[in-house]
Nanobody, 119 residues
Framework: VQLQASGGGLVQAGGSLRLSCAVH????????MDWNHQAPGKQRELVAS???????DYAESVKGRFTISRDNAKNAGYLQMNSLKPEDTGVYYC??????????????WGQGTLVTVSS
């Protein structure tokens, strides 16, 4: 199963980016998804999550600025990041809890996508 994350890049403070994460599999579907941020020299932290029912949750540091969403038809999820700040800089990892056609549960981490916010 391939879990592909994309959308990172260099942006000025106040700008926006949209990260994408897709599960490329014919037998796997996303159950829940979350995005995690690892700033340089720091531990990885959860910033946003979305359940199978579409319920969302956010870290206080990104509330009102980031929006997590999903497209079940595309087996993909997204993180819309607005009003970016230099402290948002780092690698963003998507994490997926998935279920295969036999009902078995799997968990996957994407390879990470780098976001750099300049001041």
């Amino acid at each position: 199963v391939q879990l592909q994350a994309s959308g990172g890049g260099l942006v000025q403070a106040g700008g926006s980016l949209r990260l994408s994460c897709a599960v490329h599999s014919r037998i796997m579907s996303i159950n829940s998804m979350d995005w995690n941020h690892q700033a340089p020299g720091k531990q990885r932290e959860l910033v946003a999550s979305i359940t199978s029912a579409g319920l969302t949750d956010y870290a206080e540091s990104v509330k009102g600025r980031f929006t997590i969403s999903r497209d079940n038809a595309k087996n993909a999820g997204y993180l819309q990041m607005n009003s970016l700040k230099p402290e948002d800089t780092g690698v963003y990892y998507c994490h997926v809890d998935a279920r295969d056609i036999l009902g078995r549960k799997w968990t996957y981490w994407g390879q990470g996508t780098l976001v750099t916010v300049s001041s």
